[in-house]
């Protein structure tokens, strides 16, 4: 599903993602390791189409990532820092306009909206505005609307940003159920627990630490 030969970003002279190598089927999990300035942003970046590798090759799918076309967005859900947030809509709502933009019968956008709800244990906040929720809370709420969608490859940038540690234990079960269900993961991160818990393979941006 992911091929990635040989990889490196640089820009104005900086180096910002070394050249790296990294390959992922359906239903298996990937984390990207690293010290902080490493890369691993960079390369979710490149994965997901906007960026573009200075040397190397990428592909999603057999397809160049950078591709927008309507199949190529449905398999590629990422989130790299917070999505943007609507200030007059409740977290229910914004969950329902991501489902709703993805699925076409209501039956299938409401099972998913209630799903996603429980998943992240959002529902008792679902009727909160984004500004009343606390930061932990502000980044299920994220996570909550790339699952609200259909993906084959989820990409997600430190999705363990913010939790305690039982919120840590849904994400990464709701990940692992993801990636059951046939899904490529691929997380950058600086917790080992998401990382053995989760992945299948690791890939180290520099010296392992
Ligand atoms: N737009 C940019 N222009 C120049 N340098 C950049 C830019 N974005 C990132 N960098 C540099 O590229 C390197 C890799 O950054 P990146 O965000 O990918 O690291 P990271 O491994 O995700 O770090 P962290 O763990 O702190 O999130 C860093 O040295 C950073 O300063």
Request: proline share 5%.
């Amino acid at each position: 599903m992911i091929d990635v030969t040989d990889v490196s970003v640089r820009s104005s002279g900086i180096e910002l993602l070394p050249a790296t190598s990294l390959q992922a089927g359906a239903g298996q999990a990937v984390a990207i390791r690293g010290r902080n300035g490493s890369g691993k942003s960079t390369l979710l970046r490149v994965l997901n189409g906007s960026y573009v590798p200075t040397t190397g090759t990428v592909a999603v799918a057999g397809r160049d990532p950078r591709v927008r076309d309507a199949r190529s967005r449905r398999r590629t859900a990422s989130m790299i820092g917070l999505p943007p947030m609507a200030l007059d809509l409740t977290v229910r709502d914004h969950v329902e306009l991501v489902a709703t933009t993805w699925y076409d019968s209501a039956d299938e956008i409401h099972d998913k909206v209630e799903v996603v709800l429980g998943l992240l244990d959002l529902t008792s906040l679902e009727a909160r505005f984004p500004h009343e929720l606390s930061s932990g809370q502000t980044q299920l709420f994220g996570l909550s609307l790339v699952l609200a969608r259909p993906f084959d490859v989820l990409l997600l940038d430190e999705p363990e940003q913010r939790l305690d540690p039982e919120r840590l234990d849904l994400v990464v079960a709701a990940l692992r159920d993801a990636r059951d269900a046939g899904a490529t993961v691929v997380v950058a991160t600086h917790s080992e627990a998401l990382s053995n818990q989760l992945a299948d393979s690791v890939v180290w941006l520099g010296a392992p630490g």
